[in-house]
């Protein structure tokens, strides 16, 4: 199986930026669909970006289009969400999931199997 944490969150002004990394180890990132989600308090966790290993899609929630970037570094067998022009509703804490490969792109955060301990982001207005 695969252990999954997270780095990189923090406070931030809206308009800025933050860079989350995911590492990964016990197993190759290209084995697994790799997708991030983040949580509030009282709400479920939503998903935010995420991308087939096997085939290489990529899928964002509206809310992030044109604002957020997911990648992967398969030499480093980590995950990364580039997020720019950040809004105080994007703050919450930020997780790294996986499951195994498939086409699909599950969005729905019941689907994966293995999860990271989260990274907070807060965006002050």
């Known amino acids: 199986q695969v252990q999954l944490v997270e780095s990189g969150g923090g406070l931030v002004q809206a308009g800025g930026s933050l860079r989350l990394s995911c590492a990964a180890s016990?197993?190759?990132?290209?084995?697994?669909?790799m997708a991030w989600f983040r949580q509030t308090p009282g709400k479920a966790r939503e998903f935010v970006a995420g991308f087939s290993g096997s085939a290489g899609a990529i899928k964002y929630a509206d809310s992030v289009k044109s604002r957020f970037t997911v990648s992967r570094d398969n030499a480093e067998n980590a995950v990364y969400l580039q997020m720019n022009s950040l809004k105080p509703e994007d703050t919450g804490v930020y997780y790294c999931?996986?499951?195994?490969?498939?086409?699909?792109?599950?969005?729905?955060?019941?689907?994966?199997?293995?999860w990271g301990q989260g990274t907070q982001v807060t965006v002050s207005s």
């Open positions: 016990g197993r190759t990132i290209s084995a697994y669909n």
């Open positions: 999931a996986a499951r195994p490969n498939s086409v699909v792109i599950y969005i729905t955060s019941g689907l994966y199997n293995y």
